[in-house]
């Protein structure tokens, strides 16, 4: 990728977000992910997508304001009702975050996909970057995980209905609330919990800051279910190569089940955040994520000077 010579662009290339200030109080925010279908229903797939594209905006303080849809479908061999009811989905949750749908572009392709080109505006001066985590940080996690392995287990028929309902809530749930609550606080890094697990992610945070951490195993939220499924082999392709990608990066004192593993390293699809904060402040944002109505506000780690790998988990 070349190099951005623009001095009007803010970060670097590795954020969750292109940033471009327009003056001293005023930057634009964005960011572009489309997937493929995580669940068998159209509509909750619409708005899962959506809230998933949204993420990056959020993750950089920042409020989204209108969004260009993205969308590839099987013309010839899916009825246009499906894509009726993907786009009801996407339209509902943009809706739900205040963000316009201004538009968007569609082809022709043999499997369905969709999401969102997504602007936002942020004060330049309370930009979060994945970055700036300091050394005695407390990490905090906004969602469970696990939505990899359950997509999996339902797309290997392990389990059903009410499986999928209750992921779709979670992977639907805006991250609005948690980005509002960081924002009142004051924060010093972060980052959604996306396609790279929470390890990858992490790392991607402590090596942006020059700092190592430590992650808490028995503090992760997880899916009611995910480890035992995990413990069936119902693993995902990403998952397996977000472990591959950071196996030795990250340090296992105590503990090394793989379902355990596997699950820090699990893809999600419109994951939670995850955020540094100073530990003077750890209390305050705690509280603030539950009153906003965060799925989870557990602190599962902590920021440490730089050691020679980037993560160390502790049972």
Not at 71 to 82: A, D, G, M, R
Not at 223 to 251: D, M, S
């Amino acid at each position: 990728m070349p190099s951005v010579k623009d001095k009007n662009f803010l970060g670097e290339l590795k954020e969750d977000a292109a940033v471009y200030q327009i003056n001293s109080s005023l930057a634009i925010v964005q960011t572009v992910d489309f997937i493929t279908p995580v669940l068998n229903d159209p509509y909750a797939f619409g708005a899962v997508a959506a809230a998933n594209a949204i993420g990056d905006i959020y993750a950089m303080g920042a409020k989204p304001i209108y969004a260009l849809n993205i969308v590839e479908f099987p013309v010839k061999s899916l009825p246009l009702s499906i894509l009726q009811e993907i786009l009801r989905g996407g339209a509902d949750k943009a809706l739900e975050a205040g963000v316009s749908i201004a538009g968007g572009h569609s082809i022709e392709d043999n499997a369905p996909k969709y999401g969102m080109a997504v602007t936002g505006f942020v004060d330049p001066t309370k930009l979060v970057k994945k970055s700036g985590a300091q050394p005695g940080d407390v990490l905090f996690l906004t969602k469970p995980l696990g939505t990899g392995i359950l997509t999996t287990a339902i797309d290997r028929g392990l389990t059903g209905a009410e499986t999928e309902q209750e992921i779709y809530k979670i992977m639907a749930h805006l991250n609005k609330g948690a980005a509002e609550a960081m924002m009142e606080v004051g924060v010093h890094a972060c980052t959604d919990v996306t396609g790279f697990g929470l390890l990858g992610h992490l790392i991607e945070m402590m090596n942006g800051s020059n700092t190592s951490a430590q992650v808490f195993l028995n503090r992760v939220p997880l899916i009611q279910g995910a480890r035992e499924l995990a413990k069936t082999g119902a693993i995902p392709a990403g998952t397996h190569n977000n472990y591959r990608y950071i196996r030795n990066n990250v340090k296992w004192e105590g503990h090394d089940k793989k379902e355990d593993i596997m699950l820090l390293c699990d893809a999600q699809t419109a994951g939670g955040l995850l955020i540094a904060v100073s530990q003077e402040k750890a209390d305050q944002l705690k509280a603030a994520l539950v009153k906003a109505g965060c799925l989870a506000a557990e602190e599962i780690g902590r920021v440490a000077e730089k050691e020679e790998k980037a993560i160390k988990v502790l049972a």
